[in-house]
């Protein structure tokens, strides 16, 4: 089944700090640029907030539910897969 419908907690998450991140990140990184072709001063901690949102929305994309179980088939395979 896909990842991101067995885990679709997750991904939602995800989805909501990515938009999230996006807004907030797009016009610090422009004033950013600005500030910085004009030499003046940079928020940078903006900038840095806004980098660690869509980091974190990314590491929600490939979590897994804690609610959803593998099956016995998904486990059988992780495990030839580890032993090769």
């Avoid at 885990?7 to 950013?32: C, D, E, H, Q, R």
């Avoid at 928020?43 to 806004?50: A, E, L, P, Q």
């Amino acid at each position: 089944m896909n990842t991101i419908l067995r885990n679709w907690k997750t991904s939602l998450g995800g989805v909501i700090v990515g938009i999230m991140a996006f807004l907030m990140g797009v016009p610090a990184f422009l004033s950013a640029l600005q500030a910085w072709g004009s030499h003046q001063p940079v928020d940078w901690r903006s900038v840095i907030v806004s980098i660690a949102l869509a980091a974190g929305s990314a590491a929600l994309l490939a979590a897994k539910d804690g609610s959803n179980h593998s099956t016995q088939a998904e486990v059988t395979q992780a495990s030839v897969n580890a032993n090769k």
